[in-house]
Each structure stands twice: as structure tokens, then as C-alpha cells.
């Protein structure tokens, strides 16, 4: 038997390739992940005597070139977690680490494991295109975090407060009327500089062009706020430059999360388990779709106990010796993503308290008991899971079975 040993980095990988007693089948050697090279080593590896079964990390996407070539040249390829080949086989204390000897390590570990190596299949393209949309996602979610804190740190020095003069919800598009209404009066001397009915028609005209709802109470409370509130900075073309850029960002980022919210609805609605996520309560049109995509297929998971440890809410036993460790913290290896979303799916049970959910009931009970707020949220996210697991799962089996 070949394992075959790949320490992938980005763009090239180390391969060598080690046979049972130490015997060294191949040297390490350098491959880049071009098209022709990458099928080269296909050919090379199925050449070998025996059978050949192929290790390396999970990194990221920079092992998916390679892993995904040889998969479909129809060789056996593994890919484990980092982890648990972090610490093997480190039998010395000198702290050497160069691409070859971790690509010996791989193949030592694989001839350890050959048994139990976990064979790699690819993603389903819609599984993939909606995991990947959902992480642009996240990260266009903290950059409007930052950008909105930007913006209103700027309002404070030219109109404090007039974000919270407004509490429509945000629209299908994106935009916020705050934003828009800070991009048209964007100093507190263009309100309070009119008179009152000058504001009032010139507001009332705004309403009408950005399709809000103009009402004169709210014109009147914004004009007395503009009134009362002191600017910082002056009314001029350098401080309009700043809050124009800053509204004119805050608007393009809302957007982009727009349109990928909507894309990640309709990658999701292709999947055949939506219909039954979207009867759970807590997921909807937002949080459905995000939980999907960082769950995947769950029939790739062989118990419930190992969706659990994916998403790093299990708490693994703490006993050594007599002492039997009774405070025992979750894990957290595993996806933080799926932790965010479920923590976000336990704020809703929390918020709305339906009192015939299972999930919510679990949640009022530990909160009885006295646990602190992040351990009972994570003990119900650990119950909600296990319902997901059942639920999807049968409902996908019973898709099979017709």
C-alpha cells in the first residue's frame, strides 16, 4: 500500500509518498496547481504498485485544486482536519518544520490511519456557490458595521442624533432612511437655517421622490432636533465631501448585501431540504439560507453527535484521576460561522418566547435553573441542532425513498 503525503499551500504542494516500515516510495518533490502538472501526478500515483490512498490538510481552498483532480482520476484522497495531524508523530524537541517533513508526516499518518481515513467527496455546486455566498456575505456584514460607525461618529460632529430620529425598517434594497435623508440634509444647518413650513414642504417633496411616508409630526421633531443640536464642524464643501463618501459607501455596501441576501434565498430554495428548514422556527428567508449553507448536506454527518461537534457546542469530558470535572466548556473546534448563526436563532426563540416550542421550553427550563445567559443560549443551540438533524435527515430520506 502507497499513502501518499501532501502538504498544500497556496498555488504548489509537496507530495511524498512512504510504503509500511519507513520504506520511501518517492522523495518529496514539488507540484504546482496548474492543470498539466496536477494531471501528471494523477498519472504518477496510479502507476504505483498497490493500492494508493492520498492525505493532506484542509486548508482553506487551497487544497481543493488538487484534492478535486485526483478524486476524479479516481484515487482514494483523504482530507483531514489540521488538527489532529498538528502534534502526530512529534517525537523530538527540536521544533523543525519545512513542507517535506510535514508531507512525510502526512504519509506516516495515513499508513497509521489507512483504515479510518475519511474518504473525500466534493460539493454539490449549489451547496458550494451558497457557502460561499453566505461568507461574502459575513464579510460584507462587518464591513457595514464599521462603515455605519463611521458615519454616525461624522453625523455626531454636524448633526448628533439624527440618526435615531428615524425607526423605519431596512427596505428590500438595502437603503435606510436615515442614510438617504443624511444625504440630502446632511448639516444640521440645512434643516434649522429654513423656517419651519420651508422645511416641511422641502421634506414633504423628499418623502415623495425617495417613497417614504411624510408625516408632519416627524417633520416637526426632526426640525426641532436640527434646531437644538450643535455642530461641530462648519458647513462647508470639505465636511459635505466627508459625509457624501461616507453615505455614498454605507449605500453600496447595503446594496451588495442586498442582492447577496436575495441570491442566497434562491440557491437555497434549489435545495431539496427547504421546504422543511423553513417550517423550523427561527430560520426564515435570512437565517435559513445562512444555516444551510454552513450545515451542507447533513446526511454527510453519521450522527447527531457529529453535527454537534461540527458546529463546537459539544463539551467534552474534563476527568483525570478522582476528580470528575462537572463545568465542562464547549468545545469550540469546529465552524464559528454555525455558531453565529445559531446564536442568532436562539435570539429569536428568546425574543418572540413561544411557549409550544420544544426548543424554547429546553431554554426557559435552564434559565430556571439559574445558568448564565451564554450557557443556556449554547445548551438550546445544541437542542436545536439535534431536531435539525432528525428533521432534515428523515425528510431527505423519505425524498430517496420514493
Partial sequence: MNSVGIDVSKGKSMI????????????????????????????????????????MEATGNYHLPIAMVLHEAGIYVSVVN???????????????????????????????RWLNLP????????????KTCYRQYQQYSKVQTM????????????????????SSPVRADGSEKWVDFVETFWHQECVSELSQKAFEKKYQKWCLKHGYYFREAKALEIYTAACGAVGVMPKTETTHLLITQAVSQMKATAAALAELKKEML??????????????????????????????????????????????????????????????????????????RTLFL????????????????????????????????????????LRIYYATVKAYLDALEAT
Fill in 119 to 130: 474518504e473525500f467527496s466534493p460539493e454539490e455546486e449549489i451547496r458550494m456557490q451558497l
Fill in 266 to 339: 434562491r440557491l437555497a430554495e434549489s435545495l431539496p431540504e427547504y421546504p422543511v428548514v423553513q417550517k423550523m422556527y427561527g430560520t426564515g428567508p435570512t437565517l435559513g439560507p445562512q444555516l444551510m449553507a454552513e450545515i451542507g448536506d447533513v446526511r454527510r454527518f453519521h450522527s447527531k453527535k457529529a453535527l454537534v461537534a461540527f458546529a463546537g457546542i459539544d463539551a467534552p469530558p474534563n476527568d483525570s484521576g478522582q476528580i470528575a470535572g462537572n463545568h465542562k466548556a464547549m468545545s469550540k473546534v469546529g465552524s464559528s460561522a454555525l455558531r
Fill in 345 to 384: 436563532i436562539m435570539g429569536v426563540y428568546l425574543q418572540n418566547a413561544p411557549a409550544d416550542e420544544p426548543v424554547y421550553q429546553f431554554m426557559d427550563k435552564k434559565r430556571a435553573e439559574g445558568k448564565p445567559y451564554r450557557v443556556y443560549m449554547m445548551a438550546s443551540a445544541n437542542k436545536f
Fill in 147 to 166: 462603515l455605519r460607525n463611521n458615519l454616525i461618529s461624522l453625523l455626531d460632529t454636524v448633526f448628533p442624533g439624527v440618526n435615531r430620529l428615524f
Fill in 82 to 112: 489540521a488538527m489532529l495531524v498538528h502534534d502526530y508523530g512529534n517525537n523530538s524537541l527540536r521544533r523543525a518544520k519545512t513542507d517535506k517533513k510535514d508531507a512525510i508526516k502526512l504519509a506516516n499518518y495515513g499508513l497509521d
Fill in 16 to 55: 511524498a509518498v512512504m510504503r509500511p516500515f519507513g520504506e520511501v516510495v518517492c522523495s518529496p518533490f514539488e507540484v504546482t496547481h496548474t492543470s498539466s502538472e496536477l494531471s501528471a501526478l494523477a498519472k504518477r500515483l496510479k502507476s504505483l504498485d498497490g493500492e494508493t490512498r492520498v492525505v
